[in-house]
């Protein structure tokens, strides 16, 4: 089984908002990315947990704030979002990172997000 | 800069025909590669990893890599309508982190 879930499917929300986004997997793996993606573009790495600890922030800004609770599930915590944020958000997940062949991400199905 | 590079197309090919897709990356020492489809919206999906020169199957797939051409590519035998998406290669980068070329749009014509 190489299930990602995320919650929600859609999300809409103003520009003064809190929410958040959630992600789990029950495979095991020790490492849990997010990427925002744009049409028509390749997916955009954000946040990189290992072992329930950030190893990289690609110079996300502030509004977006990642959270790794346990080693199942991964959070993104939204805040005073632009219009241009508005995106698919993609969650994803490898067995272990740093291992050539056990690297291989698996993504979840996303949360399309539109801010207002 | 590290560069993964793909025709963007539409690659357009008939019902039952071979679909062959190309990807060529700039980092000599990229171990990992990647082929992913995506829909249009929704996520990547994986296709297949390929981590040694030469040939892997999978079903109607098939990988090829060449690291002294620094070349990888995807075959479809018996394309179909259900295969058309784009086709996004993704090299792993020293750091672990995947190196994404801009995809391939795809469409099997019946």
């Known amino acids: 089984d190489t299930e990602v879930t995320q919650t929600p499917k859609h999300l809409v929300m103003g520009m003064t908002n809190k929410k958040s986004l959630k992600c789990e997997q029950h495979m095991g793996h020790r490492a849990m990315y997010w990427y925002k993606q744009k049409a028509k573009k390749p997916p955009e790495l954000m946040f990189v947990y290992s072992y329930e600890k950030l190893s990289i922030n690609e110079s996300v800004p502030s509004r977006f704030s990642p959270e790794c609770p346990n080693s199942s599930l991964l959070n993104l915590h939204l805040h005073a979002l632009q219009p241009e944020d508005s995106a698919l958000y993609l969650c994803?997940?490898?067995?272990?990172?740093?291992?050539?062949?056990?690297?291989?991400?698996?993504f979840g199905p996303g949360t399309r997000l539109l801010v207002l | 800069q590290k560069e993964v590079e793909q025709n963007s197309g539409p690659l357009s090919v008939p019902e039952g025909a071979i679909a062959s897709l190309n990807c060529t990356y700039s980092?000599?020492?990229?171990?990992?590669f990647f082929w992913y489809r995506q829909y249009s919206g929704k996520s990547p999906e994986l296709i297949m990893s390929?981590?040694s020169n030469g040939d892997k199957e999978d079903g109607r797939f098939t990988a090829q890599l060449n690291k002294a051409s620094q070349y990888v590519s995807l075959l479809i035998r018996d394309s179909q309508p259900s295969d058309s998406a784009t086709y996004l290669c993704?090299?792993?980068?020293?750091?672990?982190?995947?190196?994404w070329g801009l995809g391939t749009s795809l469409a099997v014509n019946p």
């Open positions: 994803a997940s490898s067995q272990e990172p740093g291992l050539a062949a056990q690297e291989t991400q698996y």
């Open positions: 980092d000599r020492g990229s171990q990992s």
């Open positions: 993704a090299v792993a980068d020293d750091n672990r982190k995947l190196i």
């Open positions: 390929i981590y």
